[in-house]
């Protein structure tokens, strides 16, 4: 029963607008999206937060994702060893 809405949705859709994320006419994946109906991103992964329709690594949630934080310690006070998820040393030190 819920397919068949899917189904009739996607015709509805479909018809009303031109639907800028179908490739060739099947609905794609977004990446790091935990949860999504059609080509429409409901929830991120965790780590990562929702902006139009894409989900974008979070600096400040306290977790790292690997290839875009170094550290992410939950907050945005500098000179405390993690500064927008890079590490950083105390103020006037050399890296």
Request: with cysteine; net charge negative; aromatic share 12%.
């Amino acid at each position: 029963m819920v397919i068949q809405f899917l189904i009739r949705l996607n015709n509805v859709i479909s018809q009303m607008m031109e639907w800028d994320h179908c490739q060739d006419c099947r609905f794609i994946l977004i990446a790091n999206c935990k949860r999504q109906l059609l080509s429409m991103c409901l929830v991120c992964e965790l780590g990562y937060q929702l902006l139009e329709n894409a989900c974008f690594p979070h600096c400040g949630d306290k977790y790292v994702l690997k290839y875009y934080e170094e550290c992410d310690d939950g907050n945005l006070q500098p000179y405390d060893g993690c500064f927008e998820c890079k590490f950083q040393c105390a103020e006037d030190c050399n890296i």
